[in-house]
């Protein structure tokens, strides 16, 4: 994840701006990136800056999500596996959540499907 290099931000503003991507309290990512915290407040007045702050974020989220999807098939598995647990209060709340997700699940399905049709 870095900063445009096309940008005409600062070689600092660009530190910053991956300091609050991996550290969202202001005040420690402006110690991370030398700054004064109340720099840190001008320089989110600049539209350059925000929306590339907004763009890293949008990035590091799209990265986190992936990590999570290419997870979701060992998690599913791994709840199939304890749904054979003699625990009755472990697998009863497992099915819960087997069924809260599936129906979940069926409601992103049609919403999406419906979203399409638009």
Not at 15 to 38: C, N
Not at 56 to 66: Q, T
Not at 99 to 114: I, S, V
Request: glycine share 0%.
């Amino acid at each position: 994840m870095n900063p445009e290099n096309k940008s005409s931000l600062s070689a600092r503003q660009k530190k910053l701006l991956i300091e609050l991507i991996h550290t969202p309290d202001v005040t420690a990512a402006a110690a991370a990136a030398g700054v004064a915290r109340s720099t840190v407040y001008r320089w989110m007045e600049n539209p350059e800056f925000t929306e590339q702050l907004s763009k890293l974020r949008d990035e590091s989220m799209r990265h986190a999500l992936e990590s999570i999807k290419s997870q979701t098939q060992r998690a599913a598995t791994e709840l199939i596996r304890l749904l054979d647990t003699p625990d009755e209060r472990l697998r009863r709340m497992l099915c819960n959540d087997i069924l809260n997700h599936a129906a979940k699940a069926r409601k992103l399905d049609r919403l999406e499907k419906w979203l399409t049709q638009m």
